[in-house]
């Protein structure tokens, strides 16, 4: 992620990553075990070439290879399991 300048890129590891959607989930269930009807909405699409500059998503080419897809599919496999559901914006072209 970038704010007007590419130079000053940052970038979330994947354990980052992993760290902070832990964080949602956590929340998440907290609102649910209160009674809360919870859904969780990600936005994953790599948005770097707009003025934005920022890379939401979780892969670029091929899922299979990306350290980001275990951080993934963890987080949407927690998520079913706690019964919340996942709504997922991203544009992955294969």
């Avoid at 939401?56 to 987080?75: A, I």
């Amino acid at each position: 992620m970038y704010a007007q300048n590419s130079s000053e890129t940052v970038t979330a590891q994947p354990t980052q990553r992993q760290a902070m959607l832990n964080g949602v989930l956590v929340q998440a269930k907290l609102l649910q075990a209160k009674g809360f009807d919870v859904d969780i909405h990600l936005f994953a699409q790599n948005k770097a070439n707009t003025s934005e500059g920022t890379d939401w998503s979780y892969w670029n080419n091929v899922p299979e290879d990306e350290p980001g897809t275990q951080v993934l599919t963890t987080f949407i496999r927690e998520s079913a399991e706690a019964d919340i559901p996942l709504w997922l914006f991203d544009t992955y072209d294969q």
